[in-house]
């Protein structure tokens, strides 16, 4: 017999079978604390029971769930958690999955509780268990530690780092040459490899401060913007489609990435940028570029398959960027709060659903938002385009149409399964029209007008099943869309963007039992997770309060957790190696004194990312070597104590980037819509049922940065997901690195890379014959050949020469023979593809 369902008999045998415990008393520490933290002791069966009981904390496990105690100390037999433990009634039973409680592990259990459930915890502090988990520590700055090297320190960075490195008895790596040092900082500033006269001007510039002047152009770049804007595209889940299903382009989804990179490019404080960003529709008259930021909360994925709960999509919408907020800004899993209090962290289930409700008050809405220039033009033939417009809609009867259309979409919408064929349009609209029912129930006197627009246009293309089957209103919708089409073709157009705003209607939230949106437990109020500070006295209790919070000064989180990924995209790790998770089964900082001094620093210097990125890269720890060392290979195989520089290969923007600007060919335009460079043809056919569409893009666009080929979700760009781009369906704090044979045919096949080899030789030609091997290595590598490298890579071009099967040249160039410059492209080619090309040494 395995147990009694309800617990009686079973103590009475558990009892006879443990005797000790019932007479000796039982240590909370030993006997009952690892139970607690080894199973999942919480019930999330009970729309109104036990939803974020926590038993790493004594007084919350004492107090019980939402309705009542579950420990009753010295009444094990009415205790609610006794009774759960030994259950074996599904639904009821602790813990809900997974391996039961052993008989041993109860009737500690449930001597412990006879025995008055004493609780040896952590000290408290105001009433409220005081965490122990160091990054829930507050802020301290401190002092910089003595070393005997003073010499090779630049920055007090150094100090922290050679003070560990000192009390290993190790000695810190030489400083990288000039070459080396000049290709790191400019592909880690802005993502683009130095040219040749760059290269040669630092070389030969001998002026004590030649680097930090170096660094100070980098980061005058417009150029710093769009490479930092990278990194925060991964944390922003950034896609150019919907994902799911359907996968549709959002034409307008580029209008917020342009607001990233313009924000880092004026160096806007990122306590500014991280407020705008959550929450700039609410701060006072806000300016369309504050709203426009708020579309990082659009990136999350959208559902437009009809069959789907709307409910639920704007759940999993929602529970996405909770989860991102988190992550991002908190560097904790909060997400794992969402089915179930955390495993291991303290933030219970309440937590995470109260963390939500400041997004469960926002609505989706498009604004316009143009680009400098539009304004005038659209101004200018706004009326005649409006005027033409309108005489197109008297003659194809719009306004009637659509009023007939719009009750029955509504009596619909108020009477489902009256009409099976209308409850079809009715869901189909939902899913494909952006707040759809919020449009159709404004009078359309109160519509705005891009409302309004956007309403009559899903109209002419959906009017419904009695229109429908009317051939000749058919056509005629269908010669109205093409015309329609041809007219706006020819108009300016104002750029739209992706924004939220506050709910009209205050919008209830309750907790998911179990993570089922459709379950719903106690309701919540907006409200940080209790282990952090709370919001200051009279802050709102909106995204704005929320964003305020998060960079308030005793936040002990978003320092460190930001100043700790910018240090890792300098040494490709950072010193909390788990960026994304600084929780509990994150790992600890390797240098937890210098990320504080960082974290202090940064919000001491107004949050300023460059004046950040400038210490970390003008300290002598980010200048030295990267040569591997034989006495590290076994004390600090990981460099982990920052000995020496880390070799890291390029992101896989920064290797198309890297080979369009060897070939010459890369268009250096900042910001703008998302191009679609050659891909292997066919691709696109992946697309679910033909609705992905892949045109090459033409001219200059073909040849832009990494940064703004267009990232279809369900079908991606290969070059950027062979090189380890993230899927964005989720946040990605740090990417990783694989090592592919598909990676190398990548770089020799595809169409973009055979271009930049040709790019390449045609600059090569163009050099003196003495030249071009010097001249190749240059404008690929940043550097001169080795004589041995200058000698292979001649008697390469030499074996090329006889090679019938070289690839052609695309144009003929007066003096050279077809087979030289076939030559050049091969040798080009192997230099594209060298592990030096894309690394970052």
């Not at 210490?615 to 195989?637: C, F, M």
Request: with cysteine; charged share 25%.
């Amino acid at each position: 017999m395995r147990r009694a369902p309800l617990g009686g008999a079973f103590f009475t045998l558990g009892l006879g079978l443990f005797p000790a415990l019932a007479q000796s008393p039982v240590d909370f520490a030993r006997d009952v604390q690892p139970i607690f933290k080894r199973k999942c002791l919480v019930c999330h069966n009970e729309k109104t029971a036990n939803n974020g009981v926590r038993f790493d904390d004594g007084a919350a496990a004492l107090a019980g769930g939402y309705s009542g105690p579950v420990i009753l100390p010295g009444k094990s037999a009415e205790s609610k958690l006794i009774l759960r433990v030994s259950s074996d009634k599904k639904g009821f039973m602790m813990p809900p999955g997974g391996p039961a409680l052993k008989p041993e592990e109860i009737a500690a259990l449930r001597a412990w509780i006879d025995q008055g459930a004493k609780w040896t915890a952590a000290a408290r502090v105001d009433g409220a268990a005081k965490p122990a988990h160091w990054a829930f520590q507050p802020i301290q700055r401190p002092a910089l530690p003595d070393v005997l090297r003073r010499d090779w320190v630049r920055n007090p960075i150094d100090r922290f780092v050679l003070a560990r490195l000192e009390s290993e008895n190790i000695e810190p790596s030489p400083e990288a040459s000039k070459t080396t040092l000049i290709r790191r900082v400019s592909l880690d500033l802005t993502g683009l490899p130095p040219t040749p006269a760059e290269v040669a001007a630092f070389v030969n510039d001998n002026r004590p401060d030649a680097y930090e002047r170096l660094v100070d152009r980098l980061l005058a770049s417009p150029h710093y913007g769009e490479e930092r804007a990278r990194l925060w595209l991964d944390l922003a889940r950034y896609a150019d489609s919907d994902g799911y299903e359907k996968d549709q382009v959002r034409p307008y989804a580029w209008r917020w990435r342009n607001y990233v990179i313009d924000s880092f490019n004026q160096d806007k404080p990122f306590d500014q940028f991280t407020v705008e960003q959550i929450a700039g529709d609410l701060l006072p008259d806000a300016t369309v570029e504050q709203r426009v930021a708020t579309g990082f909360h659009r990136n999350a994925l959208t559902n437009r398959e009809a069959g789907v709960d709307r409910a639920e999509a704007r759940y999993e919408q929602i529970v996405n960027r909770t989860g991102t907020v988190g992550t991002v800004w908190m560097g904790l899993t909060v997400g794992c709060a969402q089915c179930h209090n955390h495993k291991y962290d303290p933030i219970s289930q309440k937590d995470f659903y109260a963390l939500s409700a400041y997004f469960n008050q926002a609505d989706d809405r498009d604004i316009e938002a143009p680009l400098a220039g539009e304004m005038g033009p659209w101004l200018r033939e706004r009326p005649e385009y409006l005027q033409q417009r309108a005489h197109l809609f008297a003659v194809y009867e719009v306004e009637s149409l659509q009023q007939e259309w719009e009750q029955r979409i509504i009596h619909a919408m108020d009477n489902p399964g009256e009409n099976l064929e209308w409850d079809f349009w009715v869901t189909s609209m939902k899913a494909m029209l952006d707040y759809a029912e919020r449009i159709l129930r404004t009078p359309a006197a109160q519509r705005s007008p891009l409302d309004a627009e956007r309403l009559t246009y899903y109209f002419i293309s959906n009017p419904g099943p009695t229109q429908g089957r009317d051939i000749e209103k058919l056509n005629c919708f269908r010669d109205l869309r093409r015309r329609l089409a041809d007219l706006d073709v020819k108009t300016p157009q104002l750029t739209l963007s992706m924004t939220l705003s506050e709910s009209v209607q205050p919008v209830k939230t309750y907790l998911a039992i179990r993570g089922d949106y459709r379950e719903k437990g106690i309701e919540v109020q907006p409200a940080v997770p209790a282990v952090l500070p709370p919001l200051p006295a009279g802050a709102p209790a909106n995204r704005l309060g929320l964003a305020r919070w998060l960079v308030a000064r005793d936040n002990p989180l978003t320092s460190r957790v930001t100043v700790n990924r910018i240090w890792q995209e300098y040494f490709s790790r950072g010193l909390v190696r788990t960026s994304e998770d600084f929780g509990a089964q994150g790992e600890r900082p390797s240098h937890p004194e210098l990320l504080d001094w960082l974290a202090s620093e940064f919000m001491d210097r107004g949050w300023s990312v460059k004046q950040l990125s400038r210490l970390i890269v003008t300290s002598a720890t980010y200048r030295q070597s990267s040569h591997t060392r034989r006495d590290l290979s076994e004390k600090d195989p990981d460099n982990t104590l920052l000995a020496r520089q880390t070799r890291v290969r390029l992101t896989a923007e920064q290797i198309r980037d890297a080979a369009l600007s060897a070939g010459g060919l890369i268009d250096l335009r900042v910001g703008g819509p998302s191009v679609r460079p050659p891909q292997p043809a066919g691709l696109d056919a992946l697309g679910y049922g033909g609705n992905v569409k892949w045109k090459d893009s033409e001219g200059p666009d073909r040849y832009r940065r990494g940064l703004y080929v267009l990232y279809q979700r369900t079908v991606p760009y290969p070059q950027l997901v062979n090189f380890d781009a993230p899927d964005t369906t989720v946040t990605c704090t740090r990417r990783r690195r694989s090592n592919t044979p598909l990676q190398a045919l990548n770089l020799l096949n595809d169409p973009v890379f055979v271009e930049a080899a040709q790019g390449l030789a045609l600059r090569v030609l163009k050099e003196t014959p003495q030249n071009r091997v010097d001249a190749a290595f240059e404008m690929a590598l940043g550097r001169r050949p080795s004589p041995r490298e200058a000698e292979r890579i001649s008697q390469f071009y030499d074996r090329q020469l006889s090679d019938d099967d070289a690839a052609e040249m695309p144009l003929a160039l007066e003096g050279v023979k077809p087979k030289e410059a076939a030559a050049w492209v091969s040798v080009s080619r192997a230099l594209l593809n060298l592990d030096e090309f894309i690394t970052r040494e």
